[in-house]
């Protein structure tokens, strides 16, 4: 299928963008990578009057330090974010998402900004930003408001996004000493979906872990945490009896949304097997966990 005819406007300054999207409301669709939104387009899934292509904006791009954030453009793409030495050194986790990513023709054009705004309960970037408790910095005609990744996803595709306002960038704390970093997907090929993926950040301090943020892929209608497995482990040695009773909080804890080809039961396994490798690579020493 071809996409419905359409009129389509480059904006150069940030500015003039808001106000096209001001103007048009919800006639008017964002166009970053076009990575999802052209697929729409031809699917016509949606049939937007007037495409405002964010390409032209150079506001919206670039990968900066701040102190002790770490400021990711809007128009930042998957590539970029992959090669980028500062977030390697940064914000590892992102550095070990981004090959799970599609394929490399999507991951130069797809853009970490619309990646969070189209927010997808099986991608990436939705839980890498939720695991490393990021903001979300969102400017309108009205203003500037900077939202706490805890609160942007509310449902199925659905963020606290509000129709005038865009993404501008995203806001991380950068790694600091004592903390670990992990993330893992089980997918039917390298570059599919998830079936089951985990991103998760703690911090361990003499062999005792704390602040841990587990973030799941694919397992409820957004990205989302397990706040009674965190529990299990928040303040507990890092061993493996540990391990093993925070695995089993987490199965009972989740209730995983089933697709075509997993059942609730396999992913709930599935989440414990990831759970389990991210606490066993923050063992160095340990090879095996038993009973998880
Ligand atoms: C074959 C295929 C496989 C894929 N596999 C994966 C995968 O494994 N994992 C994964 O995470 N993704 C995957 N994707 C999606 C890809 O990562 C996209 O890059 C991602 O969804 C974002 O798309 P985009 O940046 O191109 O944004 P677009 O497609 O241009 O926009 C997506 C939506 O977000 C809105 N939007 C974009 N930017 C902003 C902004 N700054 N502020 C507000 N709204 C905005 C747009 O209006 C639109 O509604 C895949 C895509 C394809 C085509």
């Known amino acids: 299928m071809k996409a419905p005819a359409f009129s389509y406007a480059r904006p150069r300054q940030l500015h003039e963008m808001l106000t096209l999207l001001a103007q048009h409301g ?9 990575q999802t939104l052209l697929a729409t387009l031809n699917m016509r899934l949606s049939e937007p009057a007037l495409l405002i292509d964010m390409q032209g904006v150079n506001e919206l ?14 128009m930042v793409t998957h590539t970029d974010i992959e090669t980028s030495a500062l977030v390697a050194k940064h914000a590892p ?13 999507i991951r130069n054009m797809g853009t970490f900004g619309g990646s ?3 927010g997808d309960p099986a991608a990436e970037w939705p839980a890498c930003l939720l695991a490393l408790n990021g903001v979300i910095v969102v400017r309108s005609l009205r203003g500037e408001r900077r ?13 606290d996004l509000a129709p005038d306002e865009v993404i501008v960038a995203c806001e991380l ?8 970093t ?10 599919d979906y998830a079936v089951v993926g985990l991103a998760a950040t703690a911090m361990v301090t003499d062999n005792t872990i704390s602040a841990v943020r587990l973030a799941w892929i694919g397992v409820g209608s957004t990205p989302m945490r397990s706040p009674r ?9 890092l061993n493996v009896p540990t391990v093993t009773q925070a695995v089993e909080v987490l199965r009972s804890e989740i209730a995983p949304l089933p697709d075509l080809t997993h059942s609730e039961a396999a992913k709930r396994q599935l989440a414990g097997v990831l759970l389990k490798r991210a606490l066993m690579s923050w063992m160095p020493s340990l090879n095996t966990v038993k009973g998880a």
């Open 26 to 34: 919800d006639e008017a669709r964002l166009l970053a990578g076009g």
């Open 182 to 191: 992990s993330f893992n997907e089980l997918a039917r090929r390298h570059g």
């Open 116 to 118: 969070i705004a189209y």
């Open 93 to 105: 986790l992102l550095t070990a998402a981004a090959p799970h990513i599609a394929h490399r023709a």
């Open 61 to 74: 791009k670039g990968l900066s330090l701040e102190g002790n954030t770490l400021r990711i453009g809007s």
């Open 229 to 237: 497995a965190e529990q299990a482990l928040n303040g507990q040695p």
């Open 147 to 159: 939202i706490a990744v805890d609160d942007f996803f509310t449902g199925l595709y659905t963020t």
């Open 173 to 180: 704390p950068v790694a600091f000493a004592n903390q670990k």
